[in-house]
């Protein structure tokens, strides 16, 4: 599975942004997430799509302000985000892994499948 992200810039506090992640293949059966990493901080999980049951689940840091979507038949998924803070600054990877169990989801090492990133850069 070749995944490729797209849809980053530069936007002011408050601005809004959609991230896409074009796939070459999204099976109903792939867990599908977005991560984002801060210069001189680790990966850390933004959302994801669990495979069963289509769960989305959001870490606190942006729940109420980013919203992800998926569509199998478009093999694609999306990152809707609002209200960008500075603190959302980052380059953001859309993510994709088989078998990925619940527990497992914001865990990075659970997805054997990664696009190349997508700078999103929000301004004071």
């Known amino acids: 599975v070749q995944l490729q992200a797209s849809g980053g810039g530069l936007v002011p506090a408050g601005g809004s942004l959609t991230l896409s992640c074009a796939a070459s293949?999204?099976?109903?059966?792939?867990?599908v997430s977005w991560f984002r990493q801060a210069p001189g901080k680790e990966r850390e999980f933004v959302s994801g799509?669990?495979?069963?049951?289509?769960?989305?689940t959001y870490s606190d840091s942006v729940k109420g302000r980013f919203t992800i979507s998926r569509d199998n038949a478009k093999n694609t998924m999306w990152l809707q985000m609002n209200s960008l803070k500075p603190e959302d600054t980052a380059n953001y990877y859309c993510?994709?892994?088989?078998?990925?169990?619940?527990?497992?989801?914001?865990?990075?090492?659970?997805?054997?499948?990664w696009g190349q990133g997508t700078q999103v850069t929000v301004s004071s």
């Open positions: 799509i669990h495979r069963s049951g289509g769960r989305k």
């Open positions: 993510a994709a892994g088989a078998g990925v169990i619940l527990s497992s989801l914001r865990n990075s090492r659970a997805y054997a499948h």
């Open positions: 293949e999204m099976p109903s059966s792939y867990t």
